[in-house]
């Protein structure tokens, strides 16, 4: 009943072309071009120079993102040292009521 049809691709049936044949061409002798003159090797990339005040803003860049980064994973560890203790608390509280109640009868 819920068998999947697959199609099937038939044949291709189109306007078949006989190869086109190619007839060969003379080649005529041109005058000779003397090879170019060779050409000062320049460099792709421009050295870098690290002068004292990139150096500076490297240092400065890099505690910058050192700093955030150390914020972010303290204040996720402090998210989640808050939410364990919240259901600790929670815990206790609902323990509690549960020891009553069952004391009262």
Do not use: F, W, Y
């Amino acid at each position: 009943m819920l068998r999947p049809k697959i199609p099937t691709n038939p044949t291709p049936t189109g306007h078949v072309m006989p190869p086109v044949l190619v007839e060969p061409t003379t080649v005529v002798p041109s005058a000779q071009v003397p090879p170019p003159a060779p050409v000062a090797a320049m460099q792709s990339r421009p050295t870098v120079q690290l002068t004292p005040g990139t150096a500076l803003a490297l240092v400065g860049s890099g505690t910058a993102v050192v700093l955030v980064v150390g914020a972010v994973l303290v204040s996720m560890l402090l998210a989640v040292a808050i939410t364990g203790a919240s259901v600790a608390v929670c815990a206790l509280v609902i323990r509690s009521l549960v020891n009553a109640d069952a004391k009262r009868r």
